[in-house]
């Protein structure tokens, strides 16, 4: 741990910049601020007794203040009110007993006020606890008229306690609003039917609300009826405050990325745009460690060329545990957001009398500064390579009530970039136009089952005047509710016919020897290896084709029924080819027949489906700008700073200890912590000769050719700083 710490001290000297590097005191708070805390009690998140005074009876909103302070947090997010509570002198909720008589939110002002840091107040939505139980009239009913336990009605006039409830806080000085938890539920049943969202209903459609998931055209319009919901009590909200005090910022914390499906009310560039900036969350334990990077350039991608912000925690296992991470595995997390963008938000849950821990403190502190330190690495845009292609309506339309069917494609698309190295960023259905793909080289549509008809037109023209495209999996097939239809909307991009859909997805595929280079790279030629995911077979017209689908075999037992296919079997027949490739005016389109992107994600994730993947990339790209070459366990994010000719090459290398299974919900394994910083080699390739190289670390060893850079890194995270 000193040998660490003292890198640190080193990384920070050599980085040091001040916050001049993203501008001056005019700017708001949020686009000059990089690293904040926040911070908030823990014990009532499922309720709690009104004689419990213990309870947060020691969270004081100046000890906060001068932790953060210490810390190095350069604004601070202070609970004003969660489910259950408000932590200050409120006259429209309940306050928690054990303050007594103090008030935790003027606290945290008159300290934080000291030291120059911003206050900004977290208020919750959704958990309705106490105040629901009194104003059943907010509760989202079922279609049976029955209280759907726990959930606040978006429409019910909830809004003006809302409403209220930030002018209370606003007459305090605060400086914004962090509003959590405005979903419409994490589950059945999906949607509300109460009076209010009846007489909104019928008023907008002229028709009764559905009585359920029916899945029609009824159910559509309830799904739209549902994002409008969200949407118009975000943007009142925004507005009641903005009214009050222009300058106050508000964000609401967004839950509509993956693993959350359509049950929340959320879709990100709909629901993502209705604040000062978008706010969005990590946790490995929910999200995998892949999800840190992947969450924030879906922000991105939602609000482009806007600030974001991300969320994460100092505990091992979830938000409200009393446990801290490793300093490696925080410096880790908050190096991988900082490159791809984000500014950071530290969650602290104090102990359950309010106390805070030093120890988290500290390590919270050792990386923040390290963070602080390091702004000059921040600077320029992202290169990226790859576009990987979000379809919001596949997600609701596909997955439905299963959401991972859409989400594995995207996910394990993901995850082959991230591995092999290839710079990235993501495309959304609801914004991407031909415009916006063309800064991308190649774009991956990772089973995007539905496509409007102005989608396929984008694509179209981004293939026409020069892009490349990546089809995969059943993308296009389905038509505009996730019917079957006869022909893939794709059809005149991929040169070919839909012949049919496979049922199943234990398909594999086989490749010749004589595949274009470097489409086999890393593959045995003629070998049959599983491909799991959906797959279609294809009669070429003008594609070229090459290699072969092979459907699975099935047992008797399976023919019968009497069996299920969710054990993968041995490749069977030929069905068709398994890639088609075909050139469309200026750009090229490659087809998979199957699914290597879900089959990265999939239960059965060999490294073969990812070398497919990548090398498909490679091939429709062979000369990209940057090409990095580093262990599997290391993200790479790769920038350009035209104005000073500097490209940046993030590695962040994630090498968390061994786990074994739990002792319940075995065979899941809990996540590692990440313990040691390793050792690593990298080489970056160049289209153009660098001038000079040097690495952030004082520790780590830089060479380069003519060629590119080579780079001996000794640490979790380093920065390769390239001029050309």
């Known amino acids: 741990m000193t040998t660490r710490f003292l890198r640190l001290?080193?990384?920070?000297?050599?980085?040091?910049?001040?916050a001049t590097a993203l501008g001056g005191d005019e700017l708001p708070w949020y686009r000059r601020l990089l690293v904040g805390m926040e911070v908030g009690p823990t014990g009532a998140q499922f309720g709690s007794d009104p004689s419990d005074v213990g309870y947060a009876a020691r969270f004081n909103g100046r000890d906060v203040v001068r932790r953060c302070v210490e810390a190095g947090a350069e604004y601070v997010v202070i609970w004003a009110r969660d489910g259950e509570y408000a932590y200050y002198d409120s006259k429209v909720v309940a306050k928690c007993p054990g303050l007594g008589g103090r008030d935790v939110l003027r606290e945290t002002v008159g300290e934080a006020a000291k030291h120059g840091l911003p206050v900004i107040a977290y208020c919750v939505v959704q958990q309705g606890g106490a105040y629901l139980a009194s104003h059943p009239e907010f509760a989202m009913r079922g279609a049976d008229g029955?209280?759907?336990p726990g959930r606040f009605c978006l429409n019910s006039g909830y809004l003006e306690t809302l409403k209220a409830l930030t002018s209370?806080?606003?007459a305090y000085g605060i400086d914004g609003f962090h509003v959590d938890m405005l979903d419409q539920g994490f589950g059945a049943p999906y949607g509300c039917w109460c009076d209010a969202c009846r007489k909104l209903f019928e008023a907008e459609y002229h028709v009764a609300q559905p009585a359920g998931a029916t899945w029609d055209e009824s159910w559509d319009r309830m799904l739209a009826f549902r994002y409008d919901t969200s949407r118009r009590f975000m943007r009142a909200l925004y507005r009641h405050v903005k009214d009050q005090r222009p300058a106050a910022t508000v964000d609401f914390n967004y839950h509509g990325n993956p693993p959350f499906s359509f049950e929340v009310g959320q879709r990100p560039v709909q629901h993502g745009g209705n604040s000062d900036f978008l706010t969005g969350e990590t946790g490995v334990w929910g999200f995998s460690s892949l999800g840190v990077g992947l969450n924030a350039e879906f922000y991105r991608a939602a609000t482009p060329g806007q600030p974001f912000q991300v969320a994460i925690q100092r505990g091992v296992r979830m938000y409200h545990d009393q446990t801290t991470r490793p300093l490696n595995d925080i410096r880790w997390e908050l190096a991988t957001l900082l490159a791809h963008g984000a500014f950071v938000t530290m969650v602290d849950k104090t102990g359950y009398d309010g106390g805070l821990d030093p120890v988290a403190y500290r390590r919270i502190g050792a990386a923040f500064r390290e963070a602080k330190g390091g702004r000059a690495s921040l600077a320029g845009a992202p290169i990226q390579d790859v576009a990987i292609y979000f379809s919001s309506r596949t997600r609701d339309w596909y997955g439905r009530e299963q959401p991972a069917r859409a989400f594995r494609a995207f996910q394990g698309a993901h995850r082959a970039m991230v591995m092999e190295h290839i710079p990235w960023g993501v495309a959304l259905d609801e914004n991407a136009t031909a415009e916006s793909l063309a800064k991308f080289p190649v774009v991956i549509l990772p089973n995007a089952a539905i496509l409007s008809k102005d989608e396929v037109v984008s694509l179209q023209r981004h293939v026409e005047s020069g892009g490349r495209l990546i089809v995969t999996g059943w993308s296009g097939l389905l038509g505009w509710r996730g019917e079957s239809q006869?022909?893939?909307?794709?059809?005149?991009?991929?040169g070919a016919r839909l012949v049919?859909?496979?049922?199943?997805?234990?398909n594999h595929v086989r490749l010749p020897a004589d595949a274009p280079s470097p489409l086999g790279e890393g593959i045995e030629a003629g070998w049959s290896f599983l491909v799991e995911g959906p797959a279609a077979v294809y009669e070429p017209t003008t594609a070229t084709p090459i290699g072969e689908l092979l459907s699975p075999h099935r047992t008797v037992r399976q023919k019968q029924g009497k069996e299920g296919t969710g054990w993968p079997m041995s490749a069977g027949e030929v069905v068709g080819p398994a890639v088609l490739l075909h050139d469309v005016g200026k750009g090229r389109v490659l087809t998979f027949a199957g699914s290597p992107d879900a089959a990265f994600a999939s239960e059965h994730p060999i490294v073969e489906a990812r070398k497919l993947l990548a090398n498909a990339v490679r091939l429709l790209q062979p000369s990209p700008r940057v090409r990095v070459q580093a262990p599997t366990y290391v993200e790479s994010v790769v920038t350009d700073d035209p104005g000073s000719r500097t490209i940046r090459v993030h590695l962040i290398a994630a090498v968390p200890s061994p786990t074994t299974t739990p002792g319940s919900n075995r065979p899941y394994v809990i996540p590692g912590l990440i313990e040691d910083a390793p050792t690593f080699r990298a080489r970056i390739s160049l289209a153009t000769p660098p001038l000079k190289a040097r690495v952030a670390?004082?520790?780590?060893?830089?060479?380069?050719d003519a060629t590119g850079v080579s780079a001996l890194v000794d640490d979790v995270h380093d920065v390769v700083i390239i001029e050309y």
Not at 486 to 494: K, Q, Y
């Open 9 to 18: 001290t080193a990384l920070i000297g050599l980085l040091a910049t001040g």
């Open 146 to 148: 029955a209280i759907i």
């Open 168 to 170: 209370e806080m606003l």
């Open 486 to 494: 006869e022909r893939s909307s794709l059809e005149d991009l991929i």
């Open 500 to 506: 049919r859909r496979l049922d199943g997805e234990d």
């Open 697 to 704: 670390n004082p520790t780590s060893v830089v060479t380069f």
